[in-house]
């Protein structure tokens, strides 16, 4: 039967009144059950055998429609049928035709087998999708991007959440380091870097590839060895400027959330922007890929770097696994199961009413082993995972955990944070949070506690979409900000996104998400927008706002009050491409992209503009690498750094104090001197090598006020009260998380690299800025963080095991011998997780 004929037959049957018939009946069968109190199963044999044919019959469609409906049959009537043999052969032969092999391993009855023919195709797909030589297997939908992004110069493709897109990137940089010799990933947060650095050299051990070195640091770049490299858009932006480095070459560049460039009110969106377009400038034979979520259109980041030959994009509309999506409207008891395939809704009403948000969490997710609950604001997180376990134990339904790995780790985090702090109370429950206040080494404990299912319940906010890998069954969504709901376009994305960790391949068949409404907090916007059945495009801003010419003249031309943000950021680009022009001549791609005369009163209005800020003899290197700070920080800093005895003469407190007022002044980081004493004292106890706690402690001891969870308003703080004593942790824990390690760094950096560009380095001072990114003044260390221990294991290493370490030379670079650093270690310590975690 060609091709045609069987998607003709497959419209047939979705178009049938038997098909809408049996598929609604077959969803409020499931969906009751799921929130009923006692399950039922109205559909008959005959039903039942028929959505058996339909979905049998679907999955040969080359229509995705077709194939996700049949994908989306079997994973529903696997909850009724799943002991029946009938059932489990179509659902083998349907996972087969995807190439969704680990599922089948899982599911299905290994004694079953499929008619000859099925098989012998299966088995030829096996052995053609199999990943180097382990026993990993490439689904239909990776292996196709697998080949799009080696035959292509350059590859852009979005798809499902649930795809499975770092596995398949991670496993394509090892097949392409053969051939190239450095791969770099940009990925948008530092918590990935280590899951990329450790899962990329577990594969590289299983191939057995040797000499390839894997770094998340530009210092960690080795000359003499084949590279794969893992940066944010800020490391490699450093890793483009650092002086040393200018005649090396990019090979590869993954561009993970490609997405985020899209992002207008999003400060780094400029970075990524501003190192993509770089590196096309200066390594003209690199290969891009872009990976994106649900995005329907990949193949406009082709448009914004102006790439126009050797490219191609995909879009992929399959997920691996099925999704259930419920609207609930917990004041009148109403649900909805929206069919995000056939965008059709079915109200129903379960035969129990709900008390609360809580009940309902608590039970659905009693039956499940993982239950992710999202909250966009990470005050109103913390608060309601709180009120959630007094819920359950108030209601005798949640006592504290015996298990003993729980136990441990609860008293860990009591101990290397704060006795009081709520994380180490819920954890003895079995229930997390989960959010960028937390230290990154946590989040990764908290992560691997969920993932072997220790934890039963995480509470998590926006963190979730940046790819943070938490496989789930369930994601209950209270609603959305009200600024997010009204942006039609971050909404959908935001949405889609993080409905699409519920269930993940190799784990379930289908994963629900639970929509939190009442009357008072709706989903009708997002329904309404999901009915619709709008692809979900980005907007390609930055070609759009080089077309804006009149308003960066403007702002050059200092006629602008108070200029677009957007319009600011470009503009310094072009600066820096001016500066560089002034210099020694080069016109930028930047610039390029500007008709003749526009582009040549461009030039002049920059010109002029440099000479009134008095920067016209800036080094070009620091302000292009540098373009987060406007032309007037840049002056500032650039008068401030003319002046020699404002260097860093030494670590001393006094010393750090004076510089980081200075830096204060330049950069207005803090508003109050009491605010200022507070960025300080953490900023001095950080780079100090202080214990967390102990920093903690001082901030609890020495705080004034807290942002009160209830009002949002700063009020006195009293540290006898549980909520301010939690609200503070938190709070200093993020200054340190944020405010130091990135803002406060970036700026010293920034200044630093001023002064060694007029002073020279030797009569430079101090370096401040690597101090706080690490926490540390100790080189050996800092060798060890980016290795991928934390700060604290790598301080322990360093007091107690140096002689398991063989640090850097100039020859040779850094090894540690697991062994022998296992063996030195108790069960209990946080090298011996962590050692787990790098060895695994």
Known sequence: MSVDAVDYICHRITNSDDFELSYEKLFMTTSKNRFSSVPTNPISILEYKKLLKYSDFLSNSQDSLHRSLSLKLVSSLYELYFQEKSCQLVIKSVLSKFGLFSAEEKFIDKTLSLPVSIEISSSYRKMNQQIGSTSDIFTNAQFEIYQSILNNLHFSFSGPTSLGKSFLLKNTAIDLIATVRNIIFILPTKALLEEYLIDIRQLLSQREIENVNVTKSVSGFSKNEKKILIFTQERYNNFLFEQTLLNETVDVLFIDEAHKLAEKNNKRSITLFKVIRRTIDKYPK??????SPVISNPEVFFKTFDIKDNSN???VRESPVTQNLYFTDLSNGE????DSITKESFRFTPDRKFQNSFDLIASIGKSSHSNLV?????????KKCGEFISYLVENDLLDESQDEELIKESEFIADFVHKDFILAKYLKYGIALHNGSLPNFIRKRIEDLYARKKIKYIFCTSTLLEGVNLPTKNVFIYPFSKSTMNNAEKCNLDFWNLAGRAGRYKNELSGNIICIGDSYESWDIVEKRARECKTIDIDDGFSSLLT????????LSGKTTSPDRNIVEISNLILSEVINFHKVGEVGSLLLGFKKDIRERIIDASLEHLKRKGIINIDPVIFASSHNYDSDQQAIAFNFARNHNNILRSYSREDVSE?????????????????LDQLFNVAYSWLMDSPLSAIVSNGIKYSQSVRDPESYRWVDFNKNDAVHLN????????CIESDVTFVLESCCSHFYQLMKSIHGESRSGCNLAPALEYGTMDSKQVELQDFGFSRLAASEIVKKHKNCVTFSTSNAKLKVNIDKLKSQTSENSVILKELNWLSR
């Open 286 to 291: 690199v290969k891009l890929v872009f990976s």
């Open 548 to 555: 804006k010419h009149i308003k960066i003249l403007n702002y």
């Open 313 to 315: 994009s995909l879009v």
């Open 727 to 734: 609200q503070k942790i938190i709070e200093t824990i993020s």
């Open 374 to 382: 999202f909250i966009s604001s990470k005050i109103e997180c913390v």
């Open 659 to 675: 510089y980081i007022t200075m830096i204060n002044k330049i950069y207005k980081l803090r508003k109050t001197p009491e605010s």
């Open 335 to 338: 649900f909805k199961y929206f």
